[in-house]
């Protein structure tokens, strides 16, 4: 399985910026498709957004359609969400995840094989 490291949270103000990174090892990203997801205390992981492999396709909640951006640069092994004009209930550690390419679905955790330990984003109003 491919090894996922996110780096990139931080305290932020409401309308701020933050951009998360995921860094693969141990195998290449190039074949899995890449999602995000988020849990907010007492709250289940959800889906933030995905990106497929090769790149050219990406997907996103409701929530975050519009703020969010995620992209990807195989070579370099990792995978990056751009988040903007967060808001306070955009607060929650965030996960990057890989499942390998067309299979199962975007929105569920079990489909993804591969997890990073998380990185927490605090958004203040």
């Known amino acids: 399985q491919v090894q996922l490291v996110e780096s990139g949270g931080g305290l932020v103000q409401a309308g701020g910026s933050l951009r998360l990174s995921c860094a693969a090892s141990a195998r290449t990203l190039s074949r899995y498709d890449v999602g995000w997801f988020r849990q907010a205390p007492g709250k289940e992981r959800v889906f933030v957004g995905g990106?497929?492999?090769?790149?050219?396709?990406?997907y996103y909640a409701d929530s975050v359609k519009g703020r969010f951006t995620i992209s990807r640069d195989n070579a370099q092994n990792s995978a990056d969400l751009q988040m903007n004009s967060l808001k306070p209930e955009d607060t929650a550690v965030y996960y990057c995840?890989?499942?390998?390419?067309?299979?199962?679905?975007?929105?569920?955790?079990?489909?993804?094989?591969?997890w990073g330990q998380g990185t927490q984003v605090t958004v203040s109003s």
């Open positions: 990106i497929s492999w090769n790149g050219r396709n990406t």
């Open positions: 995840a890989a499942k390998w390419f067309n299979t199962g679905s975007w929105y569920r955790v079990a489909d993804f094989g591969s």
